[in-house]
Every structure is written in structure tokens, then in C-alpha cells.
């Protein structure tokens, strides 16, 4: 498999070179939704795989939902990291025409996080049961401190 | 009566042949394995026939941590099962949630006693090979004493 | 939707077979939702999430080490390599130096592990095809491992031997010397399972030519570890990304051109053949010393940011990506593990296979159920 760099001009808003002995990154960039898929095109053209995509709930802090991929290559590992957010409540444009790696990722995001993904082939949930009424990794679900207090009549 | 040495033989017969259900849900499934394996051999206590459908199997080891989605599974394979029928809890995830309770956890069943009426609870995480054959011959002796949940 | 070139309508409508999440196949609570047409499967579609334990989620919610018991139960047949593995992303964050002895011991219980992982798989996937006996005999070596093990760390499965900057417990000599003896008596075994199923003409029609995954579906998957290897490409996160002292080691990264069960099956024996030689090295070049820093780190914030953290475990490479927000807990912890991509290509790689090759097919990628679904 060709072991070219991705071209990825104009695609990103910012992007540095990074310290992978410290951090595990060869390099980190950030891009805007609608560039999503060009990205994805570039790094699948270079002859790199989608190594991870999740999320992060960054509502608190940047009032921003942050997806967060990392691209790498067989042999001649160069992570790169790519970070992009996202309005509250909006979705990301699929990169599955791009690598189909993305299509479970995907999912996993949405059931975990809520984060739609425009033109995915099959967005529903992949972890959680399909009748859930929540996701499960937002800051706001979930937390030791939000436990309902025990019943004190039922066996423990 | 003469009924109560026929019933005695039965249930002799019961826990020598205990067959249970092919259920790994998560780690204590190898345990389990392992316990069928050469090492630990089940099949000398009679338990050694897993059987991979729930209408041919007596006995349903839970081995392994029990989520919500698996539960209603669960479920209808306990119903599937025909009397008499008994469960063995292996393992701290079916008997409380184990590792795996914290308050306000979402994913699991704390307990596998939630879903079904457990008869015999192996702690461990997981339970060695021969905790689970010591719960097996325990059952047996539950079995062999004439006591079960009633369907 | 496929394109029909023959005459389906003569061959009836299509059949749609569940198969699990209770299935005796031995490969967790897997869900395959099966489209068949007579034998031929037209689409599949796999229904995970009924291991779902909620990891991520017990990360978020208590401080660092309190995450150190889910580690070796996320996939708990490479239990000592996922423990180890987050003890080294903590030590990667923290910048901590771990004692030479330390790591020597964590290569040399890493690669036992990663053979006992191969040994379990061997049996079950032979068992899977329909020969009952192998698994008898390589349970039993994988026991052999267990003792080694227990012996040291308490545990037989699911380990916490790790601790942030080295290791829990010392070994002895006798742990020496037993690991010594079980390298001589695998050798010996090699060669039995070679002749016991590698020659076994029944084991080789059902695995030759079966599951063909090559390269390039792997990379558009992201499939990595053995299922990658046997498709030809030589990425091993051991030696493309060392992490430890794994760098000092000789061996190989065994691969196979064919891309199907046979060419997995062959290059896990290989793997196992290699972890002997890292573990032979590891035995001769373990030097004296402590297995823990002297001021040991139990309570700590590592510094804001994200961090990656990689390495090859038994399926493959299995990633870390801690985010630390400066405070006690961790702000997330994502756990990329190789089963969940490896899983992820199988409909499209099971598509127009016969249904009875299915078990085959996914018994040959080695997947753990709680790893997918974390």
C-alpha cells in the first residue's frame, strides 16, 4: 500500500507537527465539519486507515461537541489526530464513502454521545439497547453523584 | 410411600447428570470452559454435556456479567428450559453486579437472581474452575435433598 | 443491494436466520442476523452491544486507578497485556521511569499471555470446525501457563499485576524455572498440534480458501493483528510502535499471503513460535533490581491534554486515548480495541459465503465480545 502523505491543503484550520514520544501524535489538526470528508478522502487516498473516531463532551467548557479521529498507516506509523466541533446539536457530514471503518465508529458515537452523521448508510444505535432513551458518555447522564439514594426496603 | 424412593432415585439421578445450557456471557464463561476442559474435567460429576439448545439443558450457569440488552434473552431462554430446571450464579456480576456495580450504573442487571431464581451463588471474579464444581456438587445435594423452585 | 446473476426466483426467497446471542459457538454473545438464499449468505449483519458493561463510562466516573480492575476484563484473554498497557499510558502521562526488572517481567508475562490467548483460540476454533480433541490438549498447555502465572500474581484471568511505575509482585526462581519448562515442553507440543490439525486433511478444507480477508479490505476496516498479518502486511505494534523495552528484542513478525482461515491459523502458531523466543530472551537478560520506583505513584492529576497509547495485543492493536481534563478523574477514556474493527468487516466479508463456513469465518478472527462492546 502506498505510503504517500496526505494532501490535505486547505482542508484544515490549523495543524502542527507533534511530539509522539510524549503524546503518541506525529501530528494534530483541526478542520471544520463541512471538511470532514475531504480530509477522510485524503488520508484514504495516502493509504492510511481510520484508526479511531469517538467523541468528547465538551459542553462545559466550549460549549462544543468535539469529534476526535486519528488516521495511521501499517508499517510507517504516523498518527495524526484531527479534532473538529460542532454546534450543539448539529451533525457531521458521514465519512463512510471515505472508509467504511467509519461506519460502526459512527454509530458508536451517536449511541454514546448523540451526534447525528449526515448521509450515514444506517445511523441507529450499535451498543445500547435500541429502545434507550439516552446516551450513555454525556457529562450529564450517568454520574455517581446523580444516584438516585437506595431504596431502603430493598435487598442490597 | 413407595413414591418417595422413586422420587429419591430421580433426583438422584438429576444431580449426577446435571446438563447444562452453553451460556458464557462474558470472563466466567472460560472459567467455565475450563472447568469442562481436561484439567478440571466436569464430566466425571455428570455435568460435562453442554448442551447448545435451552430445551435440552436442566441446568443454566450464568457465567458472566449480565447488560440489559442480554437480559430479556435471558429470559426466554429460562423459559424455554423445562422443568425441572435450576440456576447457578458464577461469579460476583451475577450474583450482585460484581465489578461492574457502581451507583447509577445504566448497562447491567445487578444479579442474575433479578431475571430468574438462582439456586446456588458461586462468588469469585472469576470463580476457579473448582469453586464452579464445587457450586455444581452443591446444587447436587440441593437436588438430592428434593428442594427447587417451583417452575 | 447485490445484483442477481442467476435465477433466484427459482431458488426460492430469501431465508433470514438469527444466529445468537446464545449460540454454542463459544465466541461470547455475538448476534448474527443472517440472509440466506439455500446456503449462500446474501447479507449479514451483526447485532453487538449485549456485552456492554459500560467501561468508559466507570473511567469517567472514579479517579485513575480505580480503572485498573475493568483493564484486564475489557478483553480478559490478554488480560496482563491491556493491565500493562494502561499502567504504561499512566506512565507515558506522568513521565514515569519503571525499574529495568520491571519491564523485563512485563515482556516475559505479556508474551505468556499472548500465547495462553492463542492456545484458548486454537482449541476453540478447531472445536468450532468439529475436532473436539485439540481443545483438550491446548487447554491444557494454556493451564501450564495459568499456574505460572497464578503463582506470581494470584490471578488466573483477569490480572491487575501492573502497578504505575512496575509490577505488583517479584518473581522467583521458581518462576523462572517453571517458564523455562514450559518453553521446552511447547516445543514439543508444536509439533503434536502440527501434526494433530495442521495435517489434518478434514481442518485444511475447512479452512483453506474460507474468510478470504485480503490487504485492502483491512485497511478500509482497520483490521489489525493476526487477521492483518495473514492478508500479507507486517504491521505489529511491537515493532512499528515499540512501547516498553520491546525494542531489544529479536523476532519476527510472522505473515501469510493467502488471507484465509488457514493462513490465520498459520500465523498464530508462528506467533507463538516468536513469543517463545521473546520470552527465552527475556528469561537469559532478566537482571537483578526492583520491580517498583521507590516513591510509587497512587493518587495523581496528569497534566490536561490527550494522549495515544498503543499495543499489540492478542487480536490485534489495542489503543488507549486518555484525555485528562488536570483533575483526579479522567475526563475519558476511549478504548480502541481490535475486535471491534476486526468484527466490523465481517458482513461484507461473509457475504455470498456458505452459512456452514460462518462459525468458521468468525471463530478464524478471534474476537471477544466484551471488547467490542466495551
Known amino acids: ?156 | 410411600m413407595r413414591f418417595g424412593l422413586l422420587e429419591d432415585l430421580l433426583n438422584k439421578a438429576r444431580a449426577n447428570s446435571l446438563w447444562p445450557l452453553t451460556f458464557g456471557l462474558a470472563c466466567c464463561a472460560i472459567e467455565m470452559m475450563a472447568a469442562g476442559a481436561a484439567r478440571y474435567d466436569l464430566d466425571r460429576f455428570g455435568a460435562g454435556v453442554f448442551r447448545p439448545s435451552a430445551r435440552q439443558a436442566d441446568v443454566m450457569i450464568f457465567a458472566g456479567t449480565i447488560s440489559k440488552k442480554m437480559a430479556p434473552v435471558i429470559k426466554q431462554l429460562w423459559d424455554q428450559m423445562p422443568a425441572p430446571k435450576w440456576a447457578i450464579a458464577m461469579g460476583g456480576c451475577t450474583i450482585d453486579g460484581g465489578p461492574f456495580k457502581y451507583p447509577n450504573q445504566y448497562a447491567i442487571v445487578e444479579g442474575a437472581d433479578k431475571i430468574v431464581p438462582v439456586d446456588v451463588y458461586i462468588p469469585g471474579c472469576p470463580p476457579r474452575p473448582e469453586a464452579l464444581i464445587a457450586g455444581i456438587l452443591k446444587l447436587g445435594e440441593k437436588i438430592k435433598a428434593g428442594r427447587r423452585f417451583k417452575g | 443491494m447485490l445484483e442477481e446473476t442467476r435465477d433466484d426466483a427459482a431458488m426460492g426467497e430469501r431465508y433470514v436466520l438469527n444466529m445468537g446471542p446464545q449460540h454454542p459457538s463459544m465466541h461470547g454473545v455475538l448476534r448474527l442476523r443472517l440472509e440466506l438464499l439455500g446456503e449462500e449468505i446474501q447479507e449479514a449483519e451483526a447485532i453487538i452491544g449485549y456485552a456492554h458493561r459500560a467501561h468508559e463510562k466507570m473511567a469517567e466516573n472514579r479517579i485513575w486507578p480505580m480503572f485498573l480492575p475493568n483493564t484486564s476484563r475489557v478483553d480478559y484473554l490478554s488480560g496482563m497485556i491491556y493491565n500493562l498497557a494502561y499502567c504504561q499510558a499512566i506512565e507515558k502521562m506522568l513521565e514515569l521511569e519503571v525499574p529495568e526488572r520491571a519491564e523485563y517481567i512485563r515482556v516475559i508475562a505479556s508474551e505468556l499471555n499472548r500465547i495462553s490467548s492463542h492456545l484458548l483460540w486454537l482449541g476453540t476454533y478447531v472445536m468450532d470446525i468439529g475436532g473436539l480433541t485439540p481443545f483438550l490438549y491446548a487447554w491444557d498447555d494454556r493451564e501450564q501457563i495459568l499456574n505460572i502465572l497464578e503463582r506470581i500474581t494470584g490471578s488466573r484471568l483477569t490480572y491487575s499485576y501492573g502497578r504505575f511505575g512496575g509490577l505488583t509482585m517479584d518473581v522467583d526462581d521458581v518462576f523462572v524455572k517453571q517458564t523455562e519448562a514450559f518453553l521446552e515442553r511447547m516445543k514439543g507440543r508444536l509439533v503434536e498440534y502440527d501434526k494433530l490439525v495442521r495435517q489434518n486433511v478434514i481442518f485444511i478444507q475447512r479452512s483453506e480458501g474460507v474468510g478470504v480477508i485480503d490487504a485492502e479490505t483491512c485497511r478500509r476496516y482497520g483490521v489489525t493483528g493476526p487477521s492483518l498479518r495473514a492478508a500479507g502486511v507486517a504491521y505489529d505494534v511491537r515493532k512499528d510502535e515499540p512501547y516498553g523495552i520491546y525494542d531489544r528484542f529479536d523476532f519476527e513478525v510472522p505473515t501469510a499471503t493467502a488471507g484465509d482461515s488457514l493462513a490465520r491459523y498459520d500465523v498464530r502458531i508462528r506467533e507463538m513460535e516468536q513469543s517463545l523466543r521473546i520470552i527465552a530472551q527475556g528469561l537469559k537478560d532478566l537482571p537483578d533490581g526492583p520491580i517498583m520506583p521507590d516513591k510509587p505513584k497512587k493518587k495523581f492529576k496528569p497534566p490536561e491534554g490527550p494522549t495515544y497509547f498503543a499495543v499489540e495485543a492478542a487480536r490485534g492493536h489495542f489503543g488507549m486515548y486518555l484525555v485528562s481534563d488536570g483533575g483526579e478523574t479522567p475526563f475519558k477514556i476511549k478504548l480502541r480495541t481490535p475486535s471491534f474493527s476486526n468484527l466490523s468487516a465481517m458482513p461484507e466479508v461473509l457475504r455470498r459465503t456458505m452459512v456452514a463456513d460462518t462459525i468458521a469465518i468468525v471463530g478464524s478472527i478471534d474476537i471477544v465480545l466484551p471488547e467490542i462492546d466495551r
Not at chain 1, 514520544?21 to 486507515?49: E, M, Q, T, Y
Not at chain 1, 458515537?109 to 451526534?115: E, H, P, R, S, T
Open chain 1, 1 to 156: 500500500m502506498s505510503a504517500t502523505a496526505p494532501v490535505l491543503d486547505g482542508l484544515l484550520l490549523e495543524s502542527a507537527a507533534d511530539e509522539h514520544g510524549k503524546n503518541g501524535f506525529h501530528h494534530r489538526h483541526v478542520c471544520a465539519p463541512k471538511s470532514l470528508l475531504a480530509i477522510a478522502h485524503a488520508f484514504d487516498a495516502a493509504g492510511f486507515f481510520l484508526e479511531m473516531l469517538t467523541a468528547e463532551d465538551r459542553r462545559a467548557d466550549l460549549e462544543k461537541m468535539r469529534l476526535v479521529y486519528t488516521w495511521n498507516r501499517f508499517g510507517a506509523v504516523e498518527r495524526h489526530l484531527l479534532t473538529c466541533d460542532l454546534e450543539v446539536g448539529a451533525s457531521a457530514p458521514t465519512i463512510v464513502p471515505a472508509t467504511s471503518a467509519a461506519d460502526w465508529m459512527e454509530r458508536e458515537v451517536y449511541d454514546m454521545y448523540g451526534v447525528r452523521f449526515d448521509g450515514h448508510p444506517d445511523l441507529k444505535r450499535i451498543l445500547l439497547p435500541d429502545d434507550s432513551d439516552f446516551h450513555a458518555l454525556l457529562k450529564d447522564f450517568g454520574r455517581i453523584e446523580d444516584a438516585p439514594a437506595p431504596d431502603d426496603a430493598e435487598d442490597a
